[in-house]
């Protein structure tokens, strides 16, 4: 025979990510404040009174600016959602796929203590630069290269292969010749998308 205990017995449902101040996609993504939205399930027949949640785990590129929630009552045999249940901050020069392993402890006035392990993994930009067009056409011999006296445009591929867009994103073109000369070296890529994801 298989039976709920007699008192309150918690387990994690589940743990969304509150990003409505960065980019509200659900995910957690470089440079953004996060919240976790926790769920717990009651599965005993008794209340569960004065829970207290403490998220343990830390990371390089981390920040924890809320560790710890006090709980309502949450009924036997019920599942409740608590916005916001822990937050921290997350570095702009995350490596995209980043994760950090916590582990949330959940305990009661009583001492019973239930611990649940959460992998949290972290999306981030990969930029690429890619191949390079010389288009002479306008100012020179439109053969597709330098030549001496020409005046070029310079065209760039660049791709993102991370997990998360690149918004806001800036290009600049540097050379160490005496022989070049740029009027423009610094162009606006924008919201630079993914590749295939």
Wanted: hydrophobic share 35%.
């Amino acid at each position: 025979t298989i039976s709920n205990p007699n008192g309150p017995y918690l387990m994690l449902d589940d743990v969304d990510i509150d990003d409505e101040n960065g980019n509200n996609n659900g995910l957690a993504d470089f440079g953004e404040s996060i919240g976790m939205d926790v769920s717990l399930e009651n599965v005993g027949n008794g209340d569960a009174i004065n829970t207290v949640s403490i998220l343990n785990g830390t990371g390089s590129y981390i920040t924890v600016t809320k560790d710890s929630h006090d709980w309502p009552p949450i009924p036997g045999q019920s599942t409740l959602t608590e916005p916001g249940t822990f937050t921290l901050e997350i570095a702009n020069d995350v490596p995209d796929q980043y994760t950090v392993n916590f582990d949330i402890e959940l305990e009661t006035p009583t001492k019973e203590i239930w611990n649940y392990a959460f992998d949290l993994v972290i999306n981030a930009p990969v930029l690429t630069v890619g191949s390079m067009i010389i288009d002479d056409s306008q100012s020179g011999n439109n053969n597709g290269r330098l030549d001496p006296g020409e005046e070029a445009v310079i065209k760039i591929v660049n791709t993102n292969g991370g997990h998360c867009n690149a918004p806001d994103a800036i290009a600049q073109l540097n050379s160490m010749s005496q022989y070049l000369s740029f009027s423009n070296n610094t162009a606006s890529v924008g919201n630079l998308g993914l590749l295939g994801f």
